[in-house]
């Protein structure tokens, strides 16, 4: 029998030393095995469990009811942001009001690494969308998690060495197995329509299409905030502000002797 992978996350209301051990012990005499664990959050721990059946969860829950030094905040199949908290020791900051946004700031470059590298990992169409001031490391993390994904990463259009505008692509760059690089900025200002029929052909791969600037991307275009399924903001404090004036004004935008077409 396959033996499946649950997320265990508690909130300690009474330290006392040997908690974890009788913790684990408990887990122990239950065969639920310990896969990993780490603080999640002041005062919380989370725990990826492994157990024969959904009966052994329910066993361990009706006992963990009983006990007044922990209470249980979590118990559940493990989601990517569960998974990323045990490794990391903490969560991913998600915005309360739209799901599907995420916030990083610099210091959490790693943590930014492993979840694009997980969502790198995953097979089909998946649209991101990433936001973040210029030189806040947004196209370098995105080739980190290219790296970490093993994945083949392609530069439509960037910025990252000298602007780059893509016109066509090889036969083997069409492979749906591959991370495509668009930016949004250069995409929708700086470039022709051979340029953006390409776009188009990309954005109809079941690929992995990762796009910055994702505001300045849909305006005036057939795209809209609700076609993509990940936004991640990447900020070089919790209270920076991100606005598109400062970034469009950009030098790397207004030289038109700097970059190449191809």
């Known amino acids: 029998m396959d033996r499946k992978e649950w ?39 989370g725990l990826l469990i492994r157990a024969n059946n959904e009966m052994q969860i329910k066993r361990l829950e009706s006992i963990l009811d009983t006990v007044d030094t922990i209470k249980v905040t979590k118990m559940r199949e493990p989601k990517l942001r569960d998974r990323l908290a045990v490794r990391h020791g903490r969560y991913i900051q998600r915005d309360m009001d739209d799901k599907k946004t995420f916030r990083f700031v610099r210091d959490e470059l790693g943590l930014l690494v492993d979840f694009m590298a997980e969502l790198f990992k995953q097979e089909g169409h998946k649209l991101i969308g990433i936001r973040g001031m210029p030189r806040v490391g947004k196209t370098e993390s995105v080739v980190a998690s290219s790296v970490c994904a093993n994945k083949k990463w392609l530069f439509v259009s960037s910025t990252l060495l000298k602007q780059t505008i893509r016109k066509e692509l090889i036969k083997d760059e069409y492979d749906a197995d591959n991370i495509f690089i668009i930016d949004g900025i250069v995409s929708r200002k700086r470039a022709d329509e051979r340029h953006l029929q390409l776009v188009r052909e990309i954005m109809r791969l079941p690929a992995v299409k990762v796009i910055e600037h994702p505001d300045i991307f849909v305006q005036h275009s057939e795209y809209s905030i609700e076609d993509f399924d990940y936004i991640i903001e990447l900020r070089n404090t919790h209270e920076e502000k991100i606005t598109y004036e400062a970034v469009s004004q950009n030098s790397l935008f207004s030289e038109p002797n700097f970059g190449f077409d191809f």
Do not use: A, K, Q
């Open 7 to 45: 997320y265990f996350e508690y909130e300690i209301t009474i330290d006392r030393p040997g908690l974890l051990g009788d913790i684990s012990s408990l887990l122990g005499m239950l065969s639920i095995n310990i896969v990993s664990i780490n603080g999640v959050d002041s005062g919380r721990r």
